[in-house]
């Protein structure tokens, strides 16, 4: 290294300093003509929160109360995708069921009692998502019944990733509806008659 450099003047750091997280500007509104990325987490963009599938359920549930989310990707010991926990999982009849068939109490079920493991879970395909309009989005998830949906993109080795994440709590939001339940039927329904009467109104 023939050229001379200066070092750089070094700071304290100040107390209470936080740190810069990765964040998406999701549009605050939109309607179903408006493209699907418009409503898709993208974890290029957004640092997804993970749970192991050994962590109790207790406390899965604790840290998507603490990130203010209903949806936790579940990882094996080699950072693999085992599954999805959500929180209607959590505080639907699952719990219940697995004490009642497993025993033992409410303190001792683990996250992949509950989850719906990697072999039952539905993947979108990305190249399909960048030509689909939010509609199109509800309308696959209320046929699969479900309240969120992967999405995947292809590596060069023909294995996936997990590269994004669609939520009816977050497509209602940005569609101007508010839901408060957690089944996937009665969310529909609160959404299409939402959007119903605005169209009326319209």
Known sequence: MNKEYSSLKA??????????RPMQ????????????????TDLK?????????????????????????????VLDEADKVQGLLTASDILG????????????????????????????????????????KVGHILATLKAAGRQHGMVVEDNADGSQAVRGIFSVTQIARQLGVQIQVFEAARSFAEIEAALAASHNRN
């Open 11 to 20: 700071h304290p750091l100040k107390p209470g300093a936080n740190f810069i």
């Open 45 to 73: 963009h957004v640092s997804v929160v993970t749970v192991r599938a050994k962590t109790p359920m207790d406390k899965a549930h604790a840290k998507m109360v603490r990130y203010g989310i209903r949806t936790l990707l």
């Open 25 to 40: 500007a999701l549009p605050a509104k939109v309607t179903l003509e408006e493209p699907a990325v418009n409503v898709m």
């Open 93 to 132: 009849e699952k719990p219940m069921c697995f004490v009642q068939n497993m025993g033992g109490t409410h303190a001792d079920i683990l996250t992949r009692d509950i989850m719906t493991p990697q072999r039952d879970l539905e993947v979108l395909n990305l190249a399909d998502i960048m030509s689909a």
